[in-house]
């Protein structure tokens, strides 16, 4: 278990007490600035939140520098990305702030880009993050930070940042997605090889 693996389950850790923040109900009342309001707990999570976003990204750095790549480096990285960005779609569904279509969507293509990802490793490639799929995760970071400020400081300038951040990261994220398939469709078996005929590795695109 080395510093990398150390953080990547820190982020993992992280998961399911800033869900509880976020959907817990606490009798004090909350922040208040004017017409705004948040409430302590929504901005413990918050904090909570752009603690293990930052994390994504500094574990493989760190396993690259110091050459510690592991398996288990390799399997607990993606999944803990994909448990933190599902986890806080659900609960801002569950608080009113998201449509439950746009959390489907973006969780929908996460896990079919992971499977596609799997289908590669077994061929023996390994496929890298395209540049649409890094800033399809900058955006989504951006919108639910947004989501959970409850559109702080843009309330007061009524200006929509909350509803362009949403239809950003679901068009970015849809586009992202299809981009990926079409990039790797060669790693998408359309029927089972003959018998007898072993896998064959494929390089990633």
Not at 26 to 43: A, E, K
Not at 57 to 71: F, P, Q, S
Not at 72 to 87: E, F, M, N, S
Not at 88 to 110: T, Y
């Amino acid at each position: 278990m080395n510093l990398a693996n150390r953080i990547t389950l820190v982020r993992i850790f992280l998961v399911p007490i800033m869900t509880f923040f976020l959907l817990i109900k606490l009798d004090v009342s909350p922040l208040t600035i004017g017409d705004y309001s948040i409430s302590y707990n929504q901005v413990f999570a918050l904090l909570l939140f752009i603690i293990a976003a930052s994390t994504d990204g500094l574990d493989g750095y760190i396993a690259r520098k110091h050459k510690i790549v592991t398996n288990l480096g390799k399997l607990l990285d993606p999944l803990a990305d994909k448990l933190l960005v599902a986890a806080v779609l659900i609960s801002l569904v569950e608080m009113g702030k998201l449509d439950a279509w746009v959390a489907i969507v973006i969780i929908s293509r996460e896990w079919a880009v992971t499977g596609l990802r799997q289908v590669a490793l077994l061929e023996g490639a390994v496929l890298a993050a395209s540049k649409w799929g890094k800033w399809k995760t900058a955006i989504q970071i951006a919108m639910i930070i947004v989501l959970l400020l409850n559109n702080f400081p843009f309330t007061y300038l009524h200006f929509p940042l909350d509803t362009i951040a949403v239809w950003a990261a679901a068009a970015i994220t849809v586009y992202s997605g299809i981009d990926y398939f079409i990039k790797n469709k060669n790693l998408i078996p359309l029927s089972d090889p003959p018998a007898g005929e072993g896998k064959k590795g494929r390089p990633g695109a």
